[in-house]
């Protein structure tokens, strides 16, 4: 007997009908001896549309009201799931944030969950009963409604996996499994069996959405075993598990691409202490996140160029943050591109092999794409090329690497 | 200063732009220096959208789950309430059941109200603000939400207001007051300024359905005085009070009407002890509400014929109910008849004056209208006429008491 933790994403349950097709799937999970709790997301297009009555009535909004609006969404579902599960002979019923409780702080509309009271939820599952917990909301120390942010289902399906001590979180989506690469842009990507924490963390920041960063952070705490696969087709995922539980290590695990970038450079930069802390301070302070920064080297000593990346709907504000202290900043111009995209090569395996960067840039080279910026970490390369470039070097990588299938 | 508690029904907040409206009603109370709370229902058309959500499921239900999925409708307009507030610069925020608490029975889907812990609503009142109360909704002693029933809100109004020792309850609807009789049929018909609780009561059971009869039960309990008015116009409605805050009673208060009515026959019953009991115990215990009853006196001593009503929507399993039974209560022939209508002449003021039961009946002959079954109480005379001559009643009843604008 294994205790499993499942969540299903927005499009699992985007109808009754989905909501039964999932039904069918605990069923089957249940009837095989495990034990198991759900965490359930609001149905497709419903968070939307209560996060759509929240912006008609201000831009503005209490972040306590929306949350008590827009976590409706995963209640209905809920008991929706529980109905359904009844229907069928399977002992369930729905829990809310409160009721079980998921303790969060008080961050509304982006809270984090501090404690899972899991004792009444154990005593439910080791009695045959199938808890299946509205995902997305917790209750905070004043005893209000909490979200946990936009795919905070993932967080809670984590978390309570964790706190319930589950052999598995199993988070099931629209697709079925991480990937070598996009397969929309590569014919020939390849499903990962396995992945590692650090690596899904990566492929999370650079644009491959297929879990929210902060589950992938929190399973990563607790050592929490998480799967990813799909409800819509049978046939097992993605697990995203510890280093040491993947005896063969790939130099490099995939190929993910982010075109939500945009650069800014700044010519003629005074080359003197203080400079970037001037700049970055103020963008700092307006939430604005800055991704990859290059400066070089100044030639006499005098004025660099630097050069940085930010969202690309945070660039509007940037520019204007920077231009208004024109004068103190004391930059020549200040030009700034949308047409970028970033593309990185994410790997374990490579902190032990030098050379994968130099394939990388290599590769680029052949097929005669610049590239504009680089950062690095201990797993991962970045380049920031021009965006129309984004496919021919998605798939010159993925091939560079020998990551397709056999 | 005055503590009024104000309800919002699903017309009322119907849409953004109606909450705004709804928003200004509210701030209107506040500025003029009254202490102010609101209970609000689920905007138009939510609760059937949930409701339709469950019944696809599945049309025997867990009521539990059932009210997990249905009481979101009034969280969301609770919380977009406290944020158009909010925006308006009241202070302002919302509560869902669980959270004041509203305790009630563990009765889902048609809970009762057992107490309302009033102490933390009455010192955010104290201190200024306004707070915006989820109607319809409680919590269990299961520590599972609850719901009241269609048109629970009302209940809650009434409840919170006795609880919080609210001077009124202002229930805000779509009609602006109880009427001598519906504006619709009666050009004439005049806007009452007081109503007893008692009549408003018998209204409600007939038909016109301004406040839940509940709603009514618990204000005429708590001698909670009510005022039922609208929220598209401005102007009092009617207060609904004691009898003693009613200095001029009038003979008759108004005229109700309501064709939601079946009336069933049973040719030649045996006219012996225990054949009543041996009819209505079975649609007792099928939870058919039996409404008027009549039974000729037998000429013979043998065999008589008992009518009895029943609502529309209950008349075809009355009828299986009864014809599975038909050898043993031994009657002749079954005869129903769906185009019926039961029409009442209500009044506190008919206690102590005779003649009122006299007039209908003359009235109705001298239009050549037949009473097919009569039923009194102390303060209500209702008949049975064919449907097709309600208009014509209500119109001649409503003349012969001289109810019309002066």
Redesign the interface.
């Known amino acids: 007997m294994k205790r499993i933790v499942q969540k299903f994403g927005g499009t699992s349950v985007a109808s009754?009908d989905r909501?039964?097709a999932v039904g069918k799937r605990i069923k089957a999970e249940v009837d095989s001896g495990n034990e198991v709790a759900v965490t359930v997301s609001a149905m497709a297009g419903e968070t939307n549309r209560?996060v759509g009555?929240?912006d008609?009535?201000?831009s503005l909004?209490?972040a306590?009201?929306?949350?008590?609006?827009v976590s409706?969404g995963e209640?209905?579902t809920?008991?929706?799931l529980?109905?359904?599960l009844?229907?069928m002979g399977v002992n369930a019923?729905?829990w809310?944030g409160?009721?079980v409780a998921i303790s969060t702080d008080d961050a509304y509309g982006k809270a984090r969950i501090m404690k899972i009271n899991a004792e009444l939820l154990d005593d439910r599952m080791k009695s045959g009963q199938v808890p299946v917990i509205a995902g997305f909301q917790g209750i905070s120390p004043d005893?209000?409604?909490t979200t946990l942010g936009r795919g905070g289902t993932d967080t809670s399906a984590v978390a309570l996996a964790a706190a319930l001590g589950a052999d598995r979180c199993d988070i099931y989506t629209d697709v079925d499994g991480v990937y070598t690469a996009d397969p929309r842009i590569v014919s020939d990507a390849r499903k990962l069996e396995k992945i590692t924490y650090e690596e899904m963390l990566e492929m999370a920041s650079v644009g491959t959405k297929v879990l929210q960063t902060r589950a992938v952070e929190m399973a990563m705490k607790h050592s929490q075993k998480v799967q990813v696969l799909s409800s819509f087709s049978d046939g097992s995922g993605t697990l995203v598990v510890d280093e040491d539980e993947i005896v063969e290590k790939e130099l490099v695990s995939g190929i993910a691409y982010s075109s939500d970038e945009a650069k800014v450079t700044l010519v003629k930069v005074l080359d003197k202490p203080g400079v970037a802390a001037a700049i970055f301070g103020p963008l700092a302070e307006a939430n604005i996140n800055v991704d990859m920064i290059v400066q070089n080297v100044s030639e006499d000593g005098k004025a660099t160029d630097l050069t940085f990346t930010v969202a690309q709907n945070d660039l509007e504000r940037t520019v204007a943050k920077i231009e208004e202290r024109h004068q103190d900043l004391g930059y020549g111009t200040l030009v700034h591109d949308s047409k970028v995209a970033k593309i990185s090569v994410i790997g374990v395996g490579m902190r032990s092999h030098a050379g994968v960067a130099q394939t990388m840039f290599q590769t680029l080279a052949e097929k005669g794409i610049n590239i504009q910026v680089i950062s690095t970490s201990e797993i991962k390369v970045s380049v920031l090329i021009e965006e129309q470039y984004t496919e021919l070097a998605v798939r010159a990588l993925h091939s560079a690497y020998a990551l397709g299938t056999l």
């Open positions: 009754v909501i039964r209560l009555y929240v008609e009535v201000s909004y209490d306590c009201e929306y949350d008590v609006v409706t209640q209905v809920s008991g929706l529980a109905l359904v009844q229907q019923r729905s809310l409160w009721q005893n209000r409604v």
